[in-house]
Nanobody
């Protein structure tokens, strides 16, 4: 069983930075060199959106509105996915979730089709 635990959220002023972490205990890699995982966010009344994803070949993808500000990375030794968020703006305020897909299935990228999800962590950007 895979368990995902996010950390690093909180409140920050506009222009500030936060680094989210998602530890994936129980995750297996199969024959792949890296994990299939993603970061999502959701605000009340809106659909959950994929903002960044990490693929099994070590490539990544980011949504247009976070490019140049957010960086996704993965540490296999720690089984942990990271999201470095810089130049935060109030519109980044949301509940942030990480997700993971086992090696037997197609990697969903920034779509919501992941099998495993974390409990979510709040990020608030406000002056």
């Amino acid at each position: 069983q895979v368990r995902l635990v996010e950390s690093g959220g909180g409140s920050v002023q506009p222009g500030g930075s936060l680094r989210l972490s998602c530890e994936a205990s129980g995750y297996t890699y199969g024959t792949y060199k890296s994990a299939c995982m993603g970061w999502f966010r959701q605000t009340p009344g809106k659909e959950r959106e994929g903002i960044a994803s990490w693929d099994r070949d070590g490539s990544s993808s980011k949504a247009h509105d976070v490019k140049g500000r957010f960086t996704i990375s993965f540490d296999k030794a720690e089984n942990t996915l990271y999201l470095q968020m810089n130049s935060l703006i109030p519109e980044d305020t949301a509940m942030y979730y990480c997700a993971a897909e086992p090696p037997s299935d197609i990697c969903p990228g920034r779509t919501n089709a992941y099998t495993y999800w974390g409990q979510g962590i709040q990020v608030t950007v406000s002056s």
